[in-house]
């Protein structure tokens, strides 16, 4: 089983639509988790962390339930600006290696006028 | 302010060269991480220091590469006898202290062909 596993998209979805994505992981010990958004041909970009108690900014919200080792993030009235690969990203875990993040494969996304 | 910067941004090698990748991590930051990116994945963890020190190599693929940060700031990452399969993005990141909780800043990365 890898890692980090998320939805394998690609999604194409139409502006103001609402879409979500879902990760699974397979380290228990993860103690911190992430969503990365990637531009095509650019560098990967913090959208946002992960709590236990759930975080919303503005139209993206995410989730996490450790028991089920899954993570979600939700956005609302998609924008074209939207468009790019988000990247699910989980920790090593507790302990020394801690600073090591464990990336999904990525998944598309493409909101169209 | 300025971030991390790679160079260079592109590079196009024939298989058996060696290649040096440059990071400029974000000025103060103490940890500085490489992942490597192939086409269609996600970044996969290379190699870690902290300042000077490497702690953590273990995503290296092969003693052919090999990475330095001898002063604490700038890291080179060397890949000594390029083969085909080491074609991928290098992606170098900071982060201002050593934490699982710090943002991790990228680079726009080094696009390097091996033909």
């Known amino acids: 089983r890898k890692e980090v596993e998320q939805d394998p998209g690609p999604f194409n979805v139409p502006e103001g639509a609402t879409v979500a994505f879902n990760c699974t992981y397979s380290?228990?010990?993860?103690?911190?988790f992430f969503w990365y958004r990637q531009d095509c041909r650019k560098e990967p970009k913090l959208l946002m962390s992960?709590?236990?108690s759930g975080n919303e900014d503005g139209r993206f919200t995410a989730q996490l339930n450790r028991a089920s080792q899954y993570i979600s993030l939700l956005i609302r009235d998609s924008k074209l600006s939207d468009s790019a690969t988000y990247l699910c990203v989980v920790n090593a875990g507790s302990g020394g290696s801690n600073y090591k993040l464990t990336f999904g494969k990525g998944t598309l996304l493409t909101v169209n006028p | 302010g300025a971030g991390v910067s790679q160079s260079p941004r592109y590079k196009v090698a024939k298989r058996g060269q060696d290649v040096a990748l440059r990071c400029d991590p974000i000025s103060g930051h103490v940890s500085l991480f490489w992942y490597q990116q192939a086409l269609g994945q996600g970044p996969e963890f290379l190699t870690y220091?902290?300042?000077?020190?490497?702690?953590?190599k273990s995503g290296l693929p092969s003693d052919r590469f090999f990475a330095e940060r001898p002063e604490g700031s700038v890291s080179t990452l060397k890949i000594q006898r390029t083969q085909q399969e080491d074609s991928a993005v290098y992606l170098c990141?900071?982060?201002?202290?050593?934490?699982?909780?710090?943002?991790?800043?990228f680079g726009p990365g080094t696009r390097l062909t091996v033909l």
């Open positions: 380290n228990s010990a993860s103690q911190s």
């Open positions: 990141a900071s982060s201002l202290v050593v934490s699982g909780t710090d943002t991790q800043y």
């Open positions: 992960v709590y236990s």
């Open positions: 220091f902290q300042n000077e020190a490497q702690l953590d």
